[in-house]
């Protein structure tokens, strides 16, 4: 038995084990065993009722569809919005300033929205920035002579300020990405282009931006995969409300397990919010790939 | 070699007076400083017509001897305890658990933050060693569902909120406490005496297993130290009410009148306050207001009736209270940002727990600490009805040292340590004999008078099964209604069909029964043969 020789050919069966073994038991074995229980009548401390897609129906079709719908248009807003928001302003900012962002202190201040903790950014634009009567943002506007706003405290407005959270937060997180594309892109066709009597808005549509696309691409799968993620940002803000106006299907899953203990029901919303992120990262990476 | 010296007999006698002398003195200075317990013999003389002689044994520790001689006449001795009794005093083992550790799980509130720095009185009495788990509240819900779902036994103490106790309860997920309080190696009964605590904050964990019914039968867990709350009485500003000259309102369609009399005379302030946003607790005021209606959220039956006249009264005047004079988005607001707002000198009425006493009338903390009066909650057209609320605490019935975690329980929740808690502003007590005490009618001055005619008329929060849902639902529809985007009607009529069906789903309507009747020591109100969703 050539020992050295079997070790030798499969010893990397023992360097991917531990990684491999935490991957199975924190990300394959969960979502299977979310679809398991989704497919069970479980309310908390009873005994799980196998019942077939029936938790799936009343999701769709059934008694729960009227909420579940709601929580749908809600998350499909908040991504939309929230993701073309991120994308224009950051690349925007990153084309006007890249040049900069090199700078450590830039680079310093571009960080600091990602690195404070999201509850303690929910606290600080929930009660200091958003508040209706302390707030700052009505303060400066009525230095202007503007009417006041009730920001994420009505239900009118709640679902746009959640938005400018998410903005604020993740924006920089774009400029520093797109950035460094900008700073490795090619030097010879820009130049070519230059010589050859191109305007800078020519040079930015019909070179940076064309081949910058698979970036652009990256970036806009890796933003609508977290946003449909958002939750720290609405539970320290306005907890899903006022009424649902901000319930994401994230919230409402959270809610339907934790809140009103029926894991069946709260399970089978995971599942769905599961698939409908898989789809979405296998389309963008399709288009990535065709691209 | 020195010759042994010889000691006279009278030298002997004197040494041996001053021996018991010194041991008098000793015993003396003893008793002075550990003064004992003030006990009190009671004699009682009864007439019994037989002649024989008859040995009873009181279910208390106190052993009743009664001798009857061929006359008529019996003499009872009693011995009566102090109403806060020293440790001492309870005839139990404190060390039978000497050695072992234990862990607690409960929130950051003031309460446990005092239980955890006077758990090394515990240790010196008991030998027992107490692990602290303090977490935010949210963090605490979740935990606390999962590892009693999981049966873990993790924590050997845990704490229960008041609107999930009959979950756990019910779920087996609490070691009943009865069978302690029954077992007199680990309860004195005279010592601990239940009876001293609140009737209302007892029946939270009261459970009669023969029918299912909460509120009633065999006490499953102990009401937990310093945790009472009425929910809700009402504060108010003193210094405005007084400015305007407006009476202290005893009605609610005073108070709404007061609050336009403020809102016209002084723009510049929020008339009234109070929680509105979805979740935190937020159902106990409409809740309570509808009790003042003369409602309820479910029959005798448990068919929800939030459809009905006085609930949708109730309902639309809470609606329009926060709509009409509370703070702009008053559909966010929950305990804390409503307490913060009061607190800042916002607002002139304040509806929520009687619990923040303490800190609004804490100079440190409160802007208007020596501006704030409080008063019971305002009566509707059928009276006054409140919120009585309290944890629970109860060994885990997985854990392994469960005898340690009920002596760590009655350590606790002792007429002793909860007068102490109080006493240094920590919690509110849940027992009578603390309300009375000298010390603790100077500290929380006002409160005390809220407290006690609440109790009269207090109710507990509907021992359900699917509480978190019943909240949820109701506080979503009510957050919508002062928001704006619905009508308080429309938000009682949405609850109560979607009530409807969860308490469907929860088995609430099976047939044989599943759960007992609904009784929350208030007004129940009888199923109707004509009830609509």
Redesign the interface.
């Known amino acids: 038995m050539n020992w050295k020789r079997f070790l030798n050919r499969y010893s990397f069966i023992f360097y991917l084990l531990p990684s491999s073994l935490l991957l199975f038991f924190m990300l394959i074995y969960p979502i299977f065993w979310n679809f398991y229980i989704s497919l069970h009548k479980y309310?908390?401390?009873d005994n799980p009722t196998f019942i077939g897609l029936t938790n799936y129906y009343d999701i769709f079709l059934g008694?729960l569809s009227k909420n579940f719908w709601y929580s749908v248009y809600i998350t499909i807003i908040l991504t939309i919005l929230t993701v073309i928001l991120q994308l224009a302003i950051g690349i925007g900012t990153a084309l006007l300033i890249h040049d900069k962002t090199q700078s450590k202190i830039i680079r310093s201040v571009l960080l600091l929205p990602m690195i404070v903790a999201p509850v303690v950014n929910g606290v600080i634009w929930g009660y200091f920035i958003y508040h209706?009567?302390f707030g700052v943002l009505n303060y400066v506007l009525s230095l202007f002579g503007l009417e006041?706003h009730?920001?994420?405290?009505?239900?009118q407005e709640a679902l746009p300020s959640v938005i400018a959270i998410l903005v604020w937060q993740w924006t920089p997180f774009v400029i520093l990405l797109f950035s460094s594309g900008l700073e490795a892109l090619p030097k010879a066709p820009v130049e070519a282009a230059i010589v050859d009597g191109a305007s800078s808005w020519q040079i930015l549509f019909y070179i940076k931006l064309p081949l910058l696309k698979s970036l652009i691409l990256s970036i806009l799968v890796l933003r609508i995969t977290d946003t449909l993620r958002a939750f720290d940002i609405i539970m320290a803000t306005?907890?899903?409300?006022?009424?649902?106006?901000t319930e994401i299907l994230n919230i409402m899953a959270y809610?339907t397990a934790?809140?009103?203990?029926?894991m069946g029901v709260g399970c089978t919303l995971g599942t769905i919010l599961f698939f409908i992120s898989l789809i979405s990262t296998i389309l963008m990476l399709y288009v990535i790939k065709v691209e | 070699m020195s010759e042994p010296k010889k000691v006279d007999r009278r030298k002997f006698i004197y040494a041996g007076l001053g021996a018991v002398a010194l041991i008098a003195i000793g015993a003396a200075a003893y008793v002075a400083m550990n003064p004992p317990v003030v006990t009190q013999t009671v004699t009682t003389s009864t007439t019994v017509p037989t002649t024989s002689v008859v040995t009873t044994t009181v279910p208390t520790t106190s052993v009743v001897t009664t001798t009857v001689p061929t006359t008529s006449v019996v003499t009872t001795t009693t011995e009566i305890l102090p109403p806060i009794p020293d440790f001492n005093l309870a005839k139990i083992d404190w060390k039978q658990c000497a050695g072992t550790e234990i862990s607690y799980i409960s929130t950051t509130a003031a309460r446990n933050q005092y239980l955890s720095k006077r758990s090394k009185d515990f240790e010196e009495l008991t030998g027992i060693k107490v692990k602290f788990d303090l977490l935010a509240e949210r963090e605490f819900d979740d935990k606390t569902f999962v590892i009693a779902q999981s049966g873990s036994g993790t924590y050997d103490v845990i704490t229960i909120k008041p609107a999930n106790q009959s979950t756990f309860i019910m779920r087996k997920w609490v070691d009943p406490t009865y069978k302690y309080l029954e077992d007199s190696k680990l309860c004195d009964q005279k010592w601990y005496n239940i009876s001293d605590f609140f009737p209302g904050a007892l029946m939270y964990g009261q459970f009669d297993e023969s029918t299912n019914t909460f509120g009633t039968g065999k006490q499953h867990t102990i009401p937990m130290t310093g945790a009472l709350e009425m929910l809700p009485i009402l504060y108010y500003r003193t210094d405005i009410l007084k400015e305007l000259d407006i009476k202290l309102p005893q009605t609610f369609d005073e108070l709404e009148q007061a609050c336009k009399i403020i809102k016209q005379k002084k723009p510049d302030i929020v008339p009234f306050v109070t929680r509105g946003c979805r979740m935190a607790g937020t159902w106990n005021i409409p809740l309570a207001m509808i009790g003042c209606y003369g409602g309820n959220i479910f029959d005798e039956e448990w068919y929800p009736i939030l459809n009905r006249p006085e609930a949708i009264e109730a309902v639309e005047k809470y609606v329009t209270l926060m709509k009409d004079y509370g703070p702009p988005g008053a559909a966010t607001y929950d305990n804390t940002k409503a307490r913060q707002f009061f607190m800042s000198g916002n607002a002139v009425f304040y509806l929520d727990s009687s619990l923040y006493w303490g800190t609004m009338t804490d100079p440190t903390q409160s802007k208007v600490a020596d501006k704030i009066g409080v008063t019971e909650i305002p009566a509707g057209p059928k009276g006054r009805k409140t919120n009585f609320l309290t944890w629970g605490m109860a060994p885990d019935p997985n854990a392994k040292n469960r005898k340690a975690a009920w002596l760590f329980i009655m350590w606790a929740t002792s007429a002793k340590i909860e007068y102490e808690t109080m006493a240094a502003g920590s919690g509110v007590s849940c027992r009578r004999s603390t309300h009375k005490e000298k010390v603790i009618q100077e500290k929380w001055g006002p409160l005390i008078d809220v407290h006690v005619a609440s109790e009269k008329y207090a109710q507990i929060l509907p021992p359900v099964i699917i509480g978190g849902t019943v909240q949820d639902i109701f506080s979503t529809y009510t957050s919508s209604a002062i928001d704006g985007q619905m009508s308080a009607k429309e938000a009682c009529l949405r609850s109560n069909e979607e009530l409807y069906k969860a308490m469907k789903e929860a088995g609430y309507y099976d047939e044989p029964k599943k759960y007992g009747k609904y009784y929350n020591g208030g007004n129940v109100i009888p199923h109707s043969s004509d009830w609509k969703p």
């Open positions: 309310i908390v401390g008694t209706p009567s006041p009730l920001w994420t405290y009505s239900a306005t907890l899903g409300g006022p009424g649902r106006a809610k934790f809140v009103h203990l029926n």
